[in-house]
């Protein structure tokens, strides 16, 4: 079974540039989570989608972050301006839903913003 | 909300001993699941080992264990037997029964010292 893919695995940009990134989640699972994990903490929501629909958002930074979810598969996060303060690993994670069912990480993005 | 607290930020063990990492949560909930995952510095984290709450029966795989405290609601990892590939940060996490959502701990950095 192939894990969950994302990619670039590292970007460096300049800051007010825009940036996106992409992951593909493990077939058959329909919840896909998108995570922000600073230097040396846990991973932090940024959105959770069940299949094609956000069910919650409430800590993704509306005004300059966006995602997708097309056809309930793939996904795409995007910032647009990027600033310094965004420097971070961004992890996505697909899990069933399904009881005690756990989740699977890919390996994230690493950005850096300048 | 549920707020999941690792109070070790960095913990050591000598190779072949036993070392406890701690966590503990907060919750109104009766039934949900906790987990433990690795977080190696290749950055994908990995399942090590997770618990029904309605289970009081500790959840053991291989050298990995739990002691599950429910009434205090503790959650703590034991490695048995540490090894050099055991070095990794170790993330603490909870799941709700209802929904899919998750919410991590800020991680315990294991050293694994030869």
């Known amino acids: 079974e192939a894990g969950v893919v994302q990619s670039p695995r590292y970007k460096i940009i300049e800051k007010k540039q825009p940036v996106a990134f992409w992951c593909n989640p493990i077939?058959?699972?329909?919840?896909l989570y998108w995570y922000l994990q600073n230097l040396g903490q846990g991973p932090e929501l940024l959105i959770r989608?069940?299949?094609?629909?956000?069910?919650?958002d409430s800590q993704l930074p509306k005004d300059r972050f966006s995602a997708e979810r097309l056809k309930g598969v793939d996904s795409t996060l995007k910032i647009q301006p990027a600033e310094l303060g965004d420097s971070a690993v961004y992890l996505c994670?697909?899990?069933?839903?399904?009881?005690?069912?756990?989740?699977?990480f890919g390996p994230g993005t690493r950005l850096t913003v300048l | 909300a549920q707020t999941v607290t690792q109070s070790q930020p960095e913990m050591s063990v000598q190779e072949a001993e036993t070392v406890t990492l701690s966590c503990t949560y907060d919750?109104?909930?009766?039934?949900?699941?906790l987990f433990w995952y690795k977080q190696p510095p290749s950055r994908q984290m990995i399942l090590v080992i997770r618990?029904?709450?309605?289970?009081?029966q500790n959840a053991t795989e291989n050298r990995f264990s739990v002691n599950f405290q429910k009434a205090a609601k503790s959650f703590s990892l034991k490695i048995s037997d540490s090894q050099l590939g055991d070095a990794a940060m170790y993330f603490c996490?909870?799941?709700?029964?209802?929904?899919?959502?998750?919410?991590f701990g800020t991680g315990t950095s294991l050293t694994v010292i030869p």
């Open positions: 994670a697909s899990s069933r839903r399904q009881d005690f069912d756990e989740q699977f």
């Open positions: 077939s058959g699972h329909n919840t």
């Open positions: 989608y069940e299949n094609e629909e956000a069910v919650d």
């Open positions: 919750t109104s909930e009766s039934d949900y699941y």
């Open positions: 618990q029904e709450a309605y289970k009081q």
């Open positions: 996490a909870y799941r709700r029964n209802t929904g899919n959502q998750f919410y």
